[in-house]
């Protein structure tokens, strides 16, 4: 499988495995020659260096809780002991954690040992970093406030995800000293982690110390820029601005060792007016670094395609095309594992013995998010609602395939009446039963010679493992890079690829903030606002959002208020990233997750052949979500180690 991969090897890790295993209140053990080794000289720094950026929390399905932690994608019942699975089923506890970023315990972080890794022990390793560098003499001046300004923004990045995870950590601000006198740390205040992760950040953007762009995309692409720094900040602002952070009386009892709440309890609107600052000198870091969004005109076809497959094509790429060439990316996470994501979001698209599994799963509570052709939500579209809702309460049903669809279904095919008439978002973000799916193949065939997703039990897309299918009848086709190609009918050339910040994303970012700055719930936001939005929906070729509500909907007024819009770009940020493991955070910062994940995971029957069998939709999990669940149990092990320790509400 070919890996694009980080500036230094996966060998490093190896070599500096014994500065990995103790919890996160020991310091790096006392192995003088081991440190001598470490920080003799620039390559054994960098090296180093690399070993802290391998620390970041991994992707993937048991490395990264949003992938299927919110059930925005899912997995079949024979596969419900993933950890994420377990995660949206409400079966999190502090004897076994399913996600365990606190500490290196094999025994909380279940069959995956001490992978997630503790990211105390990260964060440890960054704090060695910056209390050494200045030992290793032969390391230039500007190349050294380099290093020591990406080991602060890694110390920032890790804490800021644990804060995400577990709302008050322990900050790390240095070393900690090993002994039995020693104190151990308290829980600090929500306020003061994101305040310290804040300072860190300021830090490091007024050293000016990170390259605007990479210099070497061989030996560099990994590495923190400038855009990087002012975008993951813009992002920590707008977290800490947001309701769950920001005024949350859900948490007035739990409190401190001082008996003061962990969480403020006054709205600061103030908030998000300092995160819509974050976010334009993000924009402006990113004009410095060339990045913007991904358009048609970047992409680069390799034969001739109608417009609407360069559209669907251009909206995969600006996720998945690799950094080198995608002007969309800020910043990719490659210590990241994308293989046991992308070769189980692809079908077989003939009958073959190709390891194309296809069991990631998009259940209908993410495929009915997705607009109308006329880019409003299908629930809101009059089209839909004429004659007593007949089509939205007939999307259910069976519809043949034909020409005004072409490039999306085949033609004379039958298939389900919700996959017709849906924005170019739908096309190029599922695969379904019936639809088409250009690249990904090993045959230069036109557009409308796509091959077909067959999925029917029995077909060649439906499973070949007992346990290998896909359970929703719906692919996350997005995540599939197109450099990923069938090499023959029985064998695929799996490319992996990172994108943890990208350009539409702090788009939206800055929308959100901007938009809550308006002064009440009626008042009307900032052009600013529509502009971005309809920055995004023209790329998806979609109208602008007021003419679309104006023209298709019963609610034409919906985005002329601040109230209205709210609702407009968190639906625009559930379309247009989704799969990509960010709904599981958003629902949770917004503290809508309370009311949206608890709800039935519905799919078709796709253990069926027959067409009327397998268009009957069928539930495949309950889910379930209480308030206990917004926040992470640090495992009971822990407060052997440090009885100071106050765990999370519900555990």
Same mark, same amino acid.
């Given at each position: 499988?070919?890996?694009?991969?980080?500036?230094?090897?996966?060998?490093?890790?190896?070599?500096?495995?014994?500065?990995?295993?103790?919890?996160?209140?020991?310091?790096?053990?006392?192995?003088?020659?081991?440190?001598?080794?470490?920080?003799?000289?620039?390559?054994?720094?960098?090296?180093?260096?690399?070993?802290?950026?391998?620390?970041?929390?991994?992707?993937?399905?048991?490395?990264?809780?949003?992938?299927?932690?919110?059930?925005?994608?899912?997995?079949?019942?024979?596969?419900?002991?993933?950890?994420?699975?377990?995660?949206?089923?409400?079966?999190?506890?502090?004897?076994?954690?399913?996600?365990?970023?606190?500490?290196?315990?094999?025994?909380?972080?279940?069959?995956?040992?001490?992978?997630?890794?503790?990211?105390?022990?990260?964060?440890?390793?960054?704090?060695?970093?910056?209390?050494?560098?200045?030992?290793?003499?032969?390391?230039?001046?500007?190349?050294?406030?380099?290093?020591?300004?990406?080991?602060?923004?890694?110390?920032?990045?890790?804490?800021?995800?644990?804060?995400?995870?577990?709302?008050?950590?322990?900050?790390?601000?240095?070393?900690?000293?090993?002994?039995?006198?020693?104190?151990?740390?308290?829980?600090?205040?929500?306020?003061?982690?994101?305040?310290?992760?804040?300072?860190?950040?300021?830090?490091?953007?007024?050293?000016?110390?990170?390259?605007?762009? !990479?210099?070497?995309? *061989? &030996?560099?692409?990994? @590495?923190? +820029?400038? =855009?990087?720094?002012? $975008?993951? #900040?813009?992002?920590?602002?707008?977290?800490?601005?947001?309701?769950?952070?920001?005024?949350?009386?859900?948490?007035?009892?739990?409190?401190?060792?001082?008996?003061?709440?962990?969480?403020?309890?006054?709205?600061?609107?103030?908030?998000?007016?300092?995160?819509?600052?974050?976010?334009?000198?993000?924009?402006?870091?990113?004009?410095?670094?060339? !990045?913007?969004?991904? *358009? &048609?005109?970047?992409? @680069?076809? +390799?034969? =001739?395609?109608?417009? $609407?497959? #360069?559209?669907?094509?251009?909206?995969?790429?600006?996720?998945?095309?690799?950094?080198?060439?995608?002007?969309?990316?800020?910043?990719?996470?490659?210590?990241?594992?994308?293989?046991?994501?992308?070769?189980?979001?692809?079908?077989?698209?003939?009958?073959?013995?190709?390891?194309?599994?296809?069991?990631?799963?998009?259940?209908?509570?993410?495929?009915?998010?997705?607009?109308?052709?006329?880019?409003?939500?299908?629930?809101?579209?009059?089209?839909?609602?004429?004659?007593?809702?007949?089509?939205?309460?007939?999307?259910?049903?069976?519809?043949?395939?034909?020409?005004?669809?072409?490039?999306?279904?085949?033609?004379?095919?039958?298939?389900?009446?919700?996959?017709?008439?849906?924005?170019?978002?739908?096309?190029?973000?599922?695969?379904?039963?019936?639809?088409?799916?250009?690249?990904?193949?090993?045959?230069?065939?036109?557009?409308?010679?796509?091959?077909?997703?067959?999925?029917?039990?029995?077909?060649?897309?439906?499973?070949?493992?007992?346990?290998?299918?896909?359970?929703?009848?719906?692919?996350?086709?997005?995540?599939?890079?197109?450099?990923?190609?069938?090499?023959?009918?029985?064998?695929?050339?799996?490319?992996?690829?990172?994108?943890?910040?990208?350009?539409?994303?702090?788009?939206?970012?800055?929308?959100?903030?901007?938009?809550?700055?308006?002064?009440?719930?009626?008042?009307?936001?900032?052009?600013?606002?529509?502009?971005?939005?309809?920055?995004?929906?023209?790329?998806?070729?979609?109208?602008?959002?007021?003419?679309?509500?104006?023209?298709?909907?019963?609610?034409?007024?919906?985005?002329?208020?601040?109230?209205?819009?709210?609702?407009?770009?968190?639906?625009?940020?559930?379309?247009?990233?989704?799969?990509?493991?960010?709904?599981?955070?958003?629902?949770?910062?917004?503290?809508?997750?309370?009311?949206?994940?608890?709800?039935?995971?519905?799919?078709?029957?796709?253990?069926?052949?027959?067409?009327?069998?397998?268009?009957?939709?069928?539930?495949?999990?309950?889910?379930?979500?209480?308030?206990?669940?917004?926040?992470?149990?640090?495992?009971?092990?822990?407060?052997?180690?440090?009885?100071?320790?106050?765990?999370?509400?519900?555990?």
């Amino acid at each position: 499988m070919l890996k694009l991969f980080l500036w230094c090897p996966l060998t490093l890790v190896l070599w500096l495995g014994g500065l990995s295993s103790c919890n996160y209140l020991d310091v790096v053990p006392d192995q003088i020659p081991t440190l001598d080794n470490a920080f003799s000289d620039r390559n054994t720094t960098l090296r180093y260096l690399s070993s802290c950026y391998w620390a970041l929390p991994r992707s993937g399905w048991n490395g990264n809780p949003g992938w299927l932690g919110a059930m925005e994608m899912t997995l079949n019942r024979q596969s419900s002991n993933t950890h994420g699975i377990q995660i949206a089923l409400g079966s999190d506890n502090a004897s076994l954690t399913y996600f365990n970023y606190w500490s290196n315990d094999v025994r909380s972080n279940s069959s995956n040992g001490d992978w997630p890794r503790s990211l105390y022990a990260g964060i440890r390793e960054c704090n060695t970093l910056l209390e050494n560098i200045d030992r290793v003499g032969d390391i230039p001046v500007n190349e050294r406030r380099r290093m020591v300004a990406e080991a602060k923004m890694l110390k920032a990045y890790m804490h800021f995800y644990l804060i995400c995870m577990y709302g008050p950590i322990c900050p790390l601000r240095v070393s900690m000293p090993v002994g039995e006198d020693v104190d151990a740390p308290y829980r600090e205040k929500v306020d003061d982690c994101f305040q310290y992760v804040i300072d860190l950040m300021n830090e490091v953007i007024e050293s000016d110390a990170l390259p605007a762009v !990479i210099s070497s995309k *061989n &030996t560099e692409l990994g @590495r923190f +820029t400038k =855009a990087a720094a002012h $975008t993951f #900040l813009a992002k920590v602002m707008v977290y800490r601005a947001s309701a769950f952070f920001n005024g949350n009386t859900n948490y007035s009892s739990f409190l401190d060792h001082h008996g003061e709440p962990f969480f403020n309890q006054t709205y600061d609107p103030a908030r998000w007016t300092q995160a819509v600052d974050a976010c334009r000198k993000a924009l402006a870091a990113c004009s410095e670094g060339e !990045i913007h969004l991904y *358009n &048609t005109s970047d992409y @680069r076809a +390799t034969n =001739a395609l109608s417009d $609407t497959t #360069l559209r669907l094509q251009t909206l995969r790429s600006a996720l998945s095309e690799t950094w080198y060439t995608n002007p969309e990316i800020i910043w990719g996470n490659y210590s990241w594992s994308m293989g046991d994501v992308v070769w189980a979001c692809i079908p077989r698209l003939e009958s073959s013995t190709a390891k194309a599994y296809g069991q990631l799963s998009v259940p209908f509570a993410t495929v009915d998010l997705f607009y109308s052709n006329h880019g409003v939500p299908i629930e809101e579209d009059t089209e839909w609602l004429a004659d007593n809702k007949k089509k939205y309460n007939e999307r259910f049903g069976i519809r043949r395939g034909d020409a005004s669809h072409k490039y999306y279904i085949a033609e004379g095919e039958n298939t389900a009446a919700m996959n017709f008439d849906r924005e170019p978002r739908f096309y190029s973000s599922l695969g379904f039963d019936r639809g088409k799916w250009y690249g990904n193949y090993y045959r230069q065939l036109t557009d409308i010679q796509s091959p077909v997703v067959r999925c029917r039990w029995g077909e060649y897309s439906s499973g070949i493992l007992p346990d290998g299918y896909n359970c929703t009848g719906y692919y996350p086709k997005k995540l599939a890079n197109l450099s990923t190609v069938y090499e023959s009918a029985n064998s695929i050339m799996y490319v992996e690829y990172a994108a943890d910040m990208r350009y539409s994303d702090l788009l939206l970012l800055y929308a959100e903030a901007l938009n809550e700055t308006a002064p009440s719930d009626n008042a009307r936001p900032a052009a600013e606002v529509y502009n971005i939005i309809d920055a995004i929906r023209e790329r998806a070729g979609l109208e602008g959002i007021e003419k679309s509500y104006r023209d298709y909907t019963f609610k034409p007024d919906a985005p002329a208020t601040k109230a209205g819009m709210r609702d407009i770009i968190r639906r625009e940020r559930k379309i247009e990233l989704a799969l990509e493991g960010h709904y599981y955070w958003d629902c949770r910062r917004w503290k809508t997750a309370s009311t949206e994940l608890n709800r039935s995971i519905q799919g078709w029957n796709t253990l069926q052949s027959s067409d009327t069998e397998y268009y009957k939709p069928i539930t495949i999990y309950e889910q379930h979500f209480v308030q206990r669940d917004y926040l992470s149990p640090i495992p009971e092990n822990d407060f052997i180690k440090n009885p100071r320790l106050i765990q999370n509400p519900g555990y």
